[in-house]
């Protein structure tokens, strides 16, 4: 956080120098992105990422759009425009917040992005198969996928009963742990590894993290087997999908 001086800002653990929450997924060749918040150049240069297929986002707040602008790069380098998966109401903001890409469309150096709207049920991106969770930010509808046995959820504190059964037999379980305090929008950690447990799945990574929840270290070593904080720069491979 800007001028904070905690032991997690002021730590010089990689693992608590965190940016903004996005996920890359690939498959087969198709790199799936989900959300572009404000630090997407860094964070598209650290992981060398050049060639993204889609991208889908969860909802319309700044952390998760602010850098659309950075897939300019992608298509200068791809050759051609960008398919963003959203929501009537993210579209709404998106052409509200990026204007200067939907009037101005033939001029040289813009993003070029196609909107496309997230069909209910499950559907193909390239070789992935993907399904939308309707979910909850407060009052804030959002969505959260699951791709095979994996399911991303980030900026949520509900979840619906009719999305229940799209969250089983999972391998991995990834969703937002904000905070230990309760918060009007986010769940909390204890909040997440109850519905991780809930859920029987065998691994479970927090994301979404505040520097209010603490070290990674010390936060690590209180949690169970299966049961972890996700950081930047995390990978890992799901065999089975």
Not at 6 to 14: A, F, H, L, M, R
Not at 124 to 150: C, D
Not at 171 to 183: G, M, S, T
Request: charged share 20%; aromatic share 8%.
């Amino acid at each position: 956080m800007i001028g904070c001086d905690c032991k997690v800002c002021q730590s010089d653990n990689p693992k608590d120098q965190r940016l903004r929450s996005s996920f890359l997924v690939e498959r087969m060749g198709t790199r799936i992105l989900i959300d572009a918040g404000p630090d997407l150049r860094q964070q598209l240069l650290r992981s060398n990422t050049h060639d993204i297929d889609a991208v889908l986002i969860t909802h319309q707040h700044q952390d998760h759009t602010a850098g659309l602008d950075e897939l300019r790069a992608i298509n200068f380098i791809q050759g051609h425009s960008i398919p963003i998966y959203c929501t009537e109401a993210v579209e709404a903001r998106l052409r509200e917040q990026y204007s200067y890409i939907f009037q101005n469309s033939k001029y040289p150096g813009i993003p070029q992005i196609d909107l496309i709207r997230i069909p209910e049920g499950p559907f193909q991106i390239g070789n992935i198969e993907l399904e939308a969770l309707e979910l909850q930010h407060a009052n804030l509808p959002v969505l959260g996928f699951r791709f095979g046995k994996l399911v991303y959820l980030t900026d949520v504190n509900f979840i619906p009963e009719s999305e229940w059964p799209k969250l089983k037999g999972l391998e991995v379980f990834i969703l937002n742990a904000l905070r230990h305090e309760a918060h009007h929008s986010h769940f909390t950690l204890s909040e997440a590894l109850e519905i991780a447990d809930r859920l029987e799945v065998p691994q479970f990574y927090a994301t979404h993290i505040s520097h209010q929840l603490g070290l990674h270290t010390e936060i690590e070593s209180e949690l169970k087997n299966g049961r972890n904080l996700a950081y930047d720069g995390l990978r890992f491979t799901l065999a089975s999908s």
